[in-house]
Nanobody, 120 residues
Framework: VQLQASGGGLVQPGGSLRLSCAANGGIFKINNMDWYRQAPGKQREFVAR???????TYADSVKGRFAISRDSAKNTAYLQMNSLKPEDTAVYYC???????????????WGQGTQVTVSS
């Protein structure tokens, strides 16, 4: 299983970006697809999660501004980021907990990260 994240870039404060994370390869079932971020000099932190059943969780810092969604047919998760702030600047990583084949245990997969910079 490989995760391909895209959509990062440079945006002014108050602007928007949409990140995508496509899970490719052998996947039998996905339990959840998450987004994390890591700012320079800081630990990686949770941003948002969408469960297979559709339940969604957000970090308090992004509630009301970010929206996670998923296209199950494409095994792709999206993160719509609105009202971006300079403190949202970070490398954003997608994470998937999935079973690669029937009967396998859940396994963790990380994407390569995409840079988001919010600056005027």
């Amino acid at each position: 299983v490989q995760l391909q994240a895209s959509g990062g870039g440079l945006v002014q404060p108050g602007g928007s970006l949409r990140l995508s994370c496509a899970a490719n390869g052998g996947i039998f079932k996905i339990n959840n697809m998450d987004w994390y971020r890591q700012a320079p000099g800081k630990q990686r932190e949770f941003v948002a999660r969408i469960l297979d059943g559709g339940n969604i969780t957000y970090a308090d810092s992004v509630k009301g501004r970010f929206a996670i969604s998923r296209d199950s047919a494409k095994n792709t998760a999206y993160l719509q980021m609105n009202s971006l702030k300079p403190e949202d600047t970070a490398v954003y990583y997608c994470y998937v907990l999935a079973a690669p084949y029937s009967g396998s245990s859940w396994r963790s997969y990380w994407g390569q990260g995409t840079q988001v910079t919010v600056s005027s």
